[in-house]
């Protein structure tokens, strides 16, 4: 759900992107590479995620003095690049999404659109 949402979302904007759906522990999940999204933009839009459910709040707002600390501690597998969004329900975080081939802030709009998608289908009636 958390993919066609976002995907829907890239598709209305006009700008393909790598998507990438992780659990709690940074597993991967799910992953697309939409036509035409950059090729590096994978790896950026997976460690967004792992970021993102790692840190359990959005990629981005780290300081820019801790931000390299950060990628350089960790061996590059967290970023502070925007675009990495913790997926949580009922207050809880489940995941994360990462988004990556726009810029920052088109990265996030389709996370969220992701997400949002993902609680629309949870508050249907089964």
């Not at 950059?38 to 995620?49: C, G, M, R, W």
């Amino acid at each position: 759900m958390v993919l066609q949402g976002a995907i829907a979302q890239a598709e209305a904007m006009g700008v393909p992107q790598c998507i990438a759906v992780v659990d709690t522990g940074g597993n991967l999940l799910a992953y697309v590479r939409m036509d035409g999204a950059k090729v590096l933009s994978q790896i950026s839009a997976t460690q967004k995620a792992i970021t993102a459910a790692s840190s359990r709040v959005p990629t981005g707002g780290v300081a820019e003095d801790v931000e390299l600390k950060l990628a350089l501690a960790t061996g590059g597998q967290l970023t502070n690049l925007k675009g990495g969004v913790p997926i949580v329900l009922e207050g809880e975080v489940v995941g994360a999404v990462g988004v990556g081939s726009g810029t920052g802030s088109q990265d996030v709009e389709v996370a969220q659109a992701g997400i949002a998608a993902l609680q629309a289908a949870l508050q249907q009636p089964v």
